[in-house]
């Protein structure tokens, strides 16, 4: 489980274990795969901690971050985390992000690119004649 990986090298970092700390571990767990945006954290923790600020949170999370317990992405202006730290590509689509786990495809893409990669974000603009009759209808004509 991600939580008690970083529980563990918390400890190990001689990181204290706060009621906050271990809220953001729970919270981050739960919702750690939708690749949560921080805003959608910070949201959920002040539900149970209502001071805790913004940059209280995004320090907690660098430190995370620093433990190799998570990524950031950047998509759309939105900063966002990924609990997944192997190479992986993130599918993103309607403003879901699915993980993709496909080693043979990261390294075809380091072949192509000539490099070593953490993330691969894919942005996918699919094909859905109702979704496009639905914007049609949309559409002042
Ligand atoms: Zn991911």
């Known amino acids: 489980m991600w939580k008690d990986l970083a529980i563990e090298r918390l400890r190990k970092s001689k990181f204290k274990l706060t009621p906050q700390r271990f809220k953001l571990l729970e919270i981050i ?3 750690g795969y939708k690749h949560p945006t921080i805003c959608e954290v910070h ?12 940059s209280t949170l995004y320090s907690n999370i660098l430190n995370l971050k620093k433990l190799n317990l998570l990524e950031l992405l ?3 202006g939105k900063t966002r985390i990924d609990i997944n730290v192997r190479p ?6 309607n403003g879901i992000v699915r993980d993709l786990n496909d080693d043979e495809l990261i390294e075809k893409i380091e072949e192509k690119i000539g490099r070593k990669v953490k993330i691969v974000n894919v942005i996918v603009e699919s094909e ?14």
């Open 29 to 31: 767990e739960k919702i």
């Open 43 to 54: 949201e959920q923790i002040k539900l149970d901690f209502p001071t805790m600020s913004f």
């Open 74 to 76: 950047n998509l759309f």
């Open 88 to 93: 992986h590509i993130n599918i993103v689509e």
């Open 128 to 141: 859905c004649i109702k979704c496009e009759k639905d914007l049609y209808m949309l559409s002042p004509l």
